[in-house]
Structure formats: C-alpha cells, structure tokens
C-alpha cells in the first residue's frame, strides 16, 4: 500500500537554526509531492509542490524541498527559521493518474516549535 | 482569491443527534473531500467526490455519509453522533488534475 513517512514528529529549535524535516513514501510510479503547512489557528496551506523538473524545488517563506527519486524521498529544508515558523507541517503524495488525481497520502506531521 | 468556506468553526452536538458539516468551495474544483484531523494521527480521509452526486469511501467512512447535490457544496453527515467523533474536520477542494488541493479553515466538533 502506498504510504508517506515523516521521520520526526516534534521537532524543537531556537531561531536561526538550520531545519531540515525528512519524507519517504513508498510508491513506484510517478508521484506528484507536496508540503503543507499549518500555522496555530489557520488552514492548511501549501508550502511548495513538485510535478517534474529541477528537482530542487522553492516555495514559500524560504521553504525549500529536494526530490531523490531513488531515494523515495521529499525532505524539507529552511536555512535559517524563525519564531513565526512555528507551526505543523505535512508531506503528501499524488499518485499520478491521467484521468483523474483523486486524492493525496498523507504524513502524519511534525509539529515544529522555534524558540525565540 | 480562492476560498473554501466550512459553515462553523466550531460545534458542541450531543450523543446521537444528526449532524451536517457544510462546506462550499468557489474554484469549481471537481474534487472535493472530508478529512478528519486528531493529535499524532495526521489526515484521515473519511470520503471524497470526483463529480456532482458521485461518492467514493476514503480510509474512515463508519458513521459518516456525505452529500454532493452541487459541485460547489459538499455535505458530511454523521448519522447519530458519537464522542469517539470529536475532531477537527477539515474540507478541501482540488481541481480534476489534482495540482494541488485547498483547505477550509475547519470545524471543531465536540460531541458531549
């Protein structure tokens, strides 16, 4: 069965600290990947996705994520957080289907707390 | 700006009522779907929607059935409410290539 794995569940850094947040999934096919973020009180929102291309992939607030195919892996990178990175973040995948992609596999998160 | 709107926030519902979750999306996304969202067990998928009046279970569908009379609107009903029920749910929309998916700000139901 497909699965996504999120290596850390609590994760706890000062500011200024390098981040990186591991995803594996198990599926051998294309896969389309994502991360989402929830910050304390808000919806789910995407942080940066990967289709094909660079697998170096950038989103949003510095956030960046490296696809290794042959490592099934989709980890989470963030040079420097802040305070205002706390939040849970979340590793899903789509499987690929030309008709229809019906629904995402999802991680269970890591919640990530930044110290000030 | 996109928006899917869940109708509350929040809910307190006893033992054995009927339930409605409401939600309304306004990206005429084809897809849309109900989640449920609880400490240490990330999004379980409780049921999905490709298309108008069309249904598929997800991976938690027991004592749940939902409603998609619009491609707008999709309903979870939780036929006699539990407190094994108690949860965040969490509506989201995608359109039919599945780019990428939306997220409502969710409910809180309590069930008491």
């Known amino acids: 069965a497909q699965s996504v794995s999120q290596h850390n569940h609590h994760v706890i850094l000062s500011e200024a600290a390098s981040l990186e947040l591991g995803c594996n999934y198990s599926?051998?096919?294309?896969?389309?990947l994502f991360w989402y973020v929830q910050y304390p009180g808000q919806h789910l929102q995407l942080l940066l996705k990967?289709?094909?291309?660079d697998p170096l992939v950038k989103g949003i607030k510095g956030f960046e994520a490296e696809f290794i195919k042959s490592k099934f892996s989709f980890n989470l990178r963030k040079p420097s957080v802040q305070w205002s990175d706390t939040a849970e973040y979340f590793c899903?995948?789509?499987?690929?289907?030309?008709?229809?992609?019906?629904?995402?596999?999802w991680g269970l998160g890591t919640s990530l707390a930044v110290n000030p | 700006d996109v928006k899917v709107t869940q109708s509350s926030r929040y809910l307190v519902k006893r033992t054995g009522e009927k339930v409605f979750l409401e939600c309304v999306q306004d990206m005429d996304h084809e897809n849309m779907f109900w989640y449920r969202q609880d400490p240490g067990l990330g999004l379980r998928l409780i049921y999905f929607s490709y298309d108008v009046k069309m249904k598929e279970k997800g991976d938690i569908p027991e004592g749940y059935s939902v409603s998609r009379e619009k491609k707008e609107r999709f309903s979870l009903i939780l036929e006699s409410a539990s407190t094994n029920q108690t949860s965040m749910y969490l509506c989201?929309?995608?359109?039919?290539?599945?780019?990428?998916?939306?997220f409502g700000q969710g409910t809180r139901l309590t069930v008491v």
């Open positions: 989201a929309s995608s359109p039919r290539g599945g780019t990428e998916a939306f």
């Open positions: 990967y289709f094909s291309g």
């Open positions: 899903a995948v789509n499987t690929y289907n030309a008709g229809n992609n019906r629904k995402l596999i």
């Open positions: 599926y051998g096919g294309t896969v389309n």
